[in-house]
C-alpha cells in the first residue's frame, strides 16, 4: 500500500525551545537597528505603532538633535490620528527627518511620508502609493452619526490640504483624485509631486 505523508502541522514547523530564543533576541536586533538612526514603520499604522515610533523619535533626539532620522515606509495606512500624530512628531523633533518608501505607501502612511521636508522623499523603485479618503465605521444615534460624519470630513479636508501643499496640486484636484482609490507606481508619484526621486542605492541618500 502506498505510504500517505502526513501534512505538517503549524506546531511542528519550529521547535518549541527556539522561540523564547527568537523573542530574546528581537530586541537586541531593534536596539541596534536604532543605533544607525532608522526606524522602521512596517505594519498597520496604529496607537501603538505611534506610541513606538514617538519613543524612538525622543531617544534619537535627546542622543543628537542635528544628525538625520530615517524613516523607512512599508504600510498600508490605518488609524488617521494616529497617521496624524507621527506626522506632527516627525515635524516637532529638531533633526532632519528623511522618509524613504519600500513596498507600499497608502492612505495614512501617505501623510507620514509627507513630514519628511522637500527634497528628502524618497522612493525604491518598486514602491508604490494610494490616495484616498479616511473612512470609519461609527454606530449609534443618528445625532452621534452627523457628528462622526462631519468629523470625517474634516480630516480628508486636512489630509488633502497636506498633501495639495507637498505636491504643489491644487486642493481641487488632490480631493477629486483621493475620492477613489488613486493609485501611483514610483515615477508616476514623482510626476504628480508626492516623491522628490528614485533611489536604487543606500549611497544614493543625502
Not at 537586541?28 to 505594519?43: D, G, H, M, N, V
Not at 524612538?56 to 495606512?77: C, M, R, V
Not at 480628508?156 to 507606481?185: C, H, L, Q
Request: negative net charge; contains cysteine.
Amino acid at each position: 500500500m502506498e505510504e500517505r505523508i502526513r501534512p505538517m502541522r503549524l506546531e511542528e514547523e519550529e521547535e518549541p525551545e527556539e522561540r523564547p530564543a527568537a523573542k530574546e533576541e528581537e530586541p537586541r536586533i531593534l536596539e541596534k537597528f536604532l543605533k544607525t538612526r532608522t526606524i522602521l514603520i512596517s505594519e498597520e499604522i496604529t496607537s501603538e505603532v505611534a506610541k513606538r515610533v514617538y519613543q524612538n523619535l525622543l531617544l534619537l533626539e535627546s542622543e543628537n538633535a542635528e544628525k538625520p532620522i530615517t524613516i523607512i515606509i512599508n504600510s498600508p495606512g490605518g488609524e488617521a490620528d494616529s497617521g496624524f500624530g507621527i506626522y506632527d512628531m516627525l515635524r516637532f523633533v529638531q533633526p532632519p527627518v528623511r522618509c524613504i518608501v519600500a513596498g507600499l505607501c497608502a492612505s495614512a502612511a501617505v501623510l507620514i511620508f509627507l513630514a519628511a521636508e522637500k527634497g528628502n522623499r524618497l522612493s525604491l523603485p518598486h514602491a508604490r502609493y494610494l490616495l484616498h479618503q479616511p473612512s470609519s465605521a461609527s454606530f449609534g444615534q443618528a445625532s452621534d452619526l452627523e457628528i462622526a460624519a462631519n468629523e470625517i470630513i474634516r480630516l480628508r479636508d486636512r489630509y488633502n490640504e497636506i498633501v495639495s501643499e507637498a505636491t504643489g496640486k491644487a486642493i481641487d484636484v488632490v480631493a477629486r483624485d483621493a475620492d477613489r482609490d488613486f493609485w501611483m507606481a514610483a515615477p508616476q508619484a514623482v510626476e504628480y509631486g508626492l516623491v522628490d526621486r528614485i533611489i536604487t542605492k543606500r549611497t544614493e541618500i543625502p
